[in-house]
């Protein structure tokens, strides 16, 4: 269980909007994330009804891989 503050042992700020589930493998924590936005945010479509994501199409250029240190967050 957690929340921004509850069983947060570190937070670090990324260079770009983050967009996916964290992978834990060992002793590292890998995201990827998307870089260099043509397109964003995501424009919402215009028969979109409402609910929990608007979807949308965003595009970007690049996407990367990082991995931290588990234990502290460092960036490897």
Same mark, same amino acid.
């Given at each position: 269980e957690w929340d921004k503050t509850k069983n947060v042992k570190w937070k670090v700020a990324l260079p770009a909007p983050g967009n996916s589930t964290p992978v834990v493998w060992g002793d590292k924590v890998f995201i990827t994330q998307a870089s260099e936005l043509t397109k964003w *945010? *995501?424009?919402? *479509? =215009?028969?979109? @009804?409402? $609910? &929990?994501? @608007? $979807? $949308?199409? &965003?595009?970007? =250029?690049k996407r990367s891989v990082m991995c931290f240190d588990r234990a502290d967050g460092k960036l490897l």
């Open positions: *945010p *995501p424009k919402v *479509p =215009e028969n979109y @009804a409402g $609910g &929990a994501s @608007a $979807g $949308g199409h &965003a595009v970007c =250029e």
